[in-house]
T-cell receptor, first 110, second 116 residues
C-alpha cells in the first residue's frame, strides 16, 4: 500500500528565506507526483505536476524535483513571501488513485 | 472559466439524516473523485468514477453512496450509516486515468459537513 510522508509537518520562517519541503513515498511505481497548496478552509490549488519520466518542474519561484528510485520529491520555494503561507500537500498517482501526504503547514512572517 | 463547483459550502446534518453533496465540472474530464479531509489525517478517497454509469469504492466508502448519470456531475450522499460524517469533503476530476498522457487533478473548493 502506498504511503506518503511529508517533513516537516510545520515550518515558520521570516520573509525572504529559501525553503525546502520534503515528500517521500514507499512505492516507486507511480505515474506522476503533484504538489498542491491549500489555504485554510479552501480547496486544493495545483502548483506543479511532475510526470514519472521527468526529474523536475518549475513555475515562477517554485521548483519541484522527483527521484523515483529513492521515493523522494522536494518542493523548493525561493524568496518566500507572506502570501506563501498555506499548507502544502504532495500526492502521488498510482493506478486510478491519488494518495496524499498529510502536508506541511507553512507560515511566512513579514 | 472551466472548473469544479461544489455546493453547498457549508452543510449541517441531523442524526439519522441522509444528505447529498453536489459536484459539477465543466472541464470535460472523464474521471471524478470524492475525498474526505480530517485534521491530521490527510485526504482519503471515498469513491471514484472513470466513466458515466460506473464507479468504484475507495478506501473509506462505508456509509457513502454516489451516482454518475452525467459526465459533468458526481453527487455524494452521506447516509445515516456513516457514524462520523463531520469533515471537509473535496471533489476532484482528471482528464483520464492510467499511465499515459499528461494529466493531473483539479479540485473543487469543498463542502464542510457538520453533524448537529
Amino acid at each position: 500500500k502506498q504511503e506518503v510522508t511529508q517533513i516537516p509537518a510545520a515550518l515558520s520562517v521570516p520573509e525572504g528565506e529559501n525553503l525546502v519541503l520534503n515528500c517521500s513515498f514507499t512505492d516507486s511505481a507511480i505515474y506522476n507526483l503533484q504538489w498542491f497548496r491549500q489555504d485554510p478552509g479552501k480547496g486544493l490549488t495545483s502548483l506543479l505536476l511532475i510526470q514519472s519520466s521527468q526529474r523536475e518542474q518549475t513555475s515562477g519561484r517554485l521548483n519541484a524535483s522527483l527521484d523515483k528510485s529513492s521515493g523522494r520529491s522536494t518542493l523548493y520555494i525561493a524568496a518566500s513571501q507572506p502570501g506563501d503561507s498555506a499548507t502544502y500537500l504532495c500526492a502521488v498517482t498510482g493506478f486510478q488513485k491519488l494518495v496524499f501526504g498529510t502536508g506541511t503547514r507553512l507560515l511566512v512572517s513579514p | 472559466d472551466g472548473g469544479i463547483t461544489q455546493s453547498p459550502k457549508y452543510l449541517f446534518r441531523k442524526e439519522g439524516q441522509n444528505v447529498t453533496l453536489s459536484c459539477e465540472q465543466n472541464l470535460n474530464h472523464d474521471a471524478m473523485y470524492w475525498y474526505r479531509q480530517d485534521p491530521g489525517q490527510g485526504l482519503r478517497l471515498i469513491y471514484y468514477s472513470q466513466i458515466v454509469n460506473d464507479f468504484q469504492k475507495g478506501d473509506i466508502a462505508e456509509g457513502y453512496s454516489v451516482s454518475r448519470e452525467k459526465k459533468e456531475s458526481f453527487p455524494l450522499t452521506v447516509t445515516s450509516a456513516q457514524k462520523n460524517p463531520t469533515a471537509f469533503y473535496l471533489c476532484a476530476s482528471s482528464p483520464q486515468t492510467g499511465p499515459s498522457g499528461d494529466y493531473g487533478y483539479t479540485f473543487g473548493s469543498g463542502t464542510r459537513l457538520t453533524v448537529v
